[in-house]
């Protein structure tokens, strides 16, 4: 069974102060490893897709990399406007269906 | 680019009626589409996934006789929550894949479903 574990599942941070989210994994043959934000009361907003192990990918403050065990979304200092939840999925070779995390909760004080 | 709509993004309606909720595919062609389910802080429940064309796919728990999924074209596909209770409120999701052949889901914005 392909499980998604994201840590920490709250993150305060001072604006300005960088840090790194984290997304560990176990899939039947990784087809995929997706990052997505997702604001409250709104759906998620995709970030990045991640294919291979060594895989980095980056969007304005944020930088994603993935390793055959894990994957991690690093944010480079942070503005509060980088207040969301962090999504986590996989998607397995011999599957059609995401399985995702349970988020990691992102708060960045001004 | 690859902007997914839905429509109600808020229904109110009484228990034991049917409410329907379109996802549409604004500037891309979806042989697949998924409905998801969240509830407050937690993550999103796969309830079934649909392709064009075709029966959807039920996940396991998820009563297909009370929620009627129609994939009738490459950017529309709706979810029918019949006779619905007050344990069927919730934030309901789509998605969908693009015939690309890349395998990124694009997610509409939600729909909240309160049944009193």
């Known amino acids: 069974e392909d499980q998604v574990t994201q840590s920490p599942e709250a993150l305060r941070l001072q604006e300005g102060e960088s840090s790194s989210l984290n997304c560990s994994y176990t899939?039947?043959?990784?087809?995929?490893l997706f990052w997505y934000r997702q604001d409250p009361g709104k759906g998620p907003e995709f970030l990045f897709t991640?294919?291979?192990a060594g895989e980095e990918k980056e969007k304005e403050r944020l930088k994603a990399t993935l390793t055959k065990k894990e994957s991690f979304l690093h944010i480079t200092a942070p503005k509060p406007e980088d207040s969301a939840t962090y999504l986590c999925a996989v998607q397995a070779t011999i599957s059609n269906m995401l399985t995702f995390g349970g988020g990691t909760r992102l708060m960045v004080k001004p | 680019g690859a902007v997914v709509s839905q429509h109600p993004s808020r229904v109110i309606c009484k228990s034991g009626t049917s409410v329907k909720i379109e996802c549409r595919s604004l500037d891309f062609q979806a042989t697949t589409m998924f409905w998801y389910r969240q509830f407050p802080k937690q993550s999103l429940m796969l309830m079934a996934t649909s392709n064009e064309g075709s029966k959807a796919t039920y996940e396991q728990g998820v009563e297909k006789d009370k929620f009627l999924i129609n994939h009738a074209s490459l950017t529309l596909s709706t979810l029918t929550v019949t006779s619905a209770h007050p344990e069927d409120s919730s934030f309901y999701i789509c998605s969908a894949r693009t015939t690309s052949g890349s395998y990124e889901q694009y997610f509409g914005p939600g729909t909240r479903l309160t049944v009193t």
């Open positions: 991640l294919y291979s």
């Open positions: 899939v039947s043959g990784l087809r995929g």
